[in-house]
């Protein structure tokens, strides 16, 4: 099934076709006052040279209007093979697309709305045949039967004719292109760019990151640089303040020369404070009695971090290199 992509917004329009495999563009001058184009066949060909193919609107009162408007805009530089005219049914209408295809011309029927405007279409080798899905079920009509006997004219008697679905409103819109079979379908961006969206995809992408990124980083490249650190000699009273100044729950207590003495945290102060006396806040972080703390290497993979914090219940694990305190790995680190 072709895939269009319906718009005259130059933006909609170039971020569509990056995506690489969209057929074409279909456009009408209604779009193009919308936009405020007022050059019409500078915008048409500014267009054919970004789209594969170009369908545009060939007005005229006759069917020799209709083919003298076509070829005026094919004198513009546009490319008969990438070019097709669209052109709205009516009796003057399917002469002049008869006219146009007896040229070797792409046409495309449109604004249909009923069976038998289709079948003329056909009868008159249009190489496209668009009946308006959106605009008929707004009035309270079964669009999607029209279409599906569209499709089975078309198969049924070997018309070489595309039926396209138009006028999409919804994704359901395109399901039921898809279900009915139909040759081509014209989607606005909106529509387009949420074709993919699921939310159990979504959850499933994320755990499928989450996987990987515990199986392939190191706890090194994981921890977000926060790691308040006091020396032994240094008084509860700076920790607090280095706590307070990192956002962080605990503190690294270091040596003198840089080993570990322990890791005091907020709840070690809440277990101590009320029995400190007025001298509590004085005292030196060396002097606190402290229990090895949870910790693990900085080259250990993510994966082994996340066991470590199943295992122990905590929301904080000192991060150690060649025996010395290298940082801290919060919980929430793990997810990146």
């Known amino acids: 099934m072709e895939l269009y992509l319906d718009s005259a917004n130059l933006k909609e329009i170039e971020e569509g076709f990056k995506l690489g495999f969209l057929d074409g563009l279909t456009t009408t001058p209604t779009f193009m006052q919308r936009e405020g184009i007022t050059n019409i066949d500078a915008t048409i060909v500014k267009l054919s040279k970004i789209v594969p193919v170009l369908q545009i609107e060939a007005l005229g009162n006759t069917a020799e209007e209709v083919l003298k408007e076509a070829e005026r805009q094919l004198k513009l530089g546009l490319d008969p093979k990438k070019t097709v005219f669209k052109i709205p049914v009516s009796l003057e209408g399917v002469r002049a697309c008869k006219m146009l295809r007896n040229k070797g011309y792409l046409v495309n029927v449109h604004l249909v709305y009923t069976l038998q405007q289709a079948y003329m279409a056909m009868q008159a080798g249009a190489s496209y045949v668009c009946p308006l899905v959106g605009r008929l079920q ?42 009915i079979g139909v040759h081509t379908i014209t989607v606005p961006l909106k529509i387009l760019k949420s074709l993919t969206d699921n939310n159990f995809t979504t959850l499933g992408t994320e755990q499928f990151i989450k996987d990987t990124r515990l199986m392939t980083v190191r706890v090194r ?4 640089g926060v790691n308040p650190v006091v020396k032994a000699d240094s008084k ?3 920790a607090i303040i280095k706590m307070t100044e990192y956002g962080f729950g605990c503190v690294t207590v270091v040596n003198k020369d840089g080993t570990l003495k322990g890791v005091f945290t907020d709840g070690d102060l ?6 400190g006396g007025k001298d509590f806040l004085n005292r030196k972080m060396g002097e606190f009695q402290y229990t090895a703390p949870v910790s693990i290497d900085a080259d250990c993979l993510l994966d082994e971090a996340a066991a470590l914090f199943k295992k122990t219940n905590v929301d904080t694990i000192l991060v150690t290199s060649k025996g010395k305190a290298f940082g801290m790995l919060d919980i929430q680190d793990l997810k990146g």
Do not use: W
């Open 138 to 179: 707004d009035q309270g009509h079964d669009a999607l039967t029209l279409i599906e006997q569209c499709v089975d004219a078309v198969n049924y008697y070997g018309y070489n004719t595309k039926i396209m679905f138009s006028s999409v409103r919804t994704n359901e819109h395109v399901r039921n292109a898809i279900n």
């Open 221 to 224: 490249e994981a921890i977000n």
């Open 236 to 238: 509860l009273s700076d």
């Open 270 to 275: 809440r277990r101590n404070l009320p029995k």
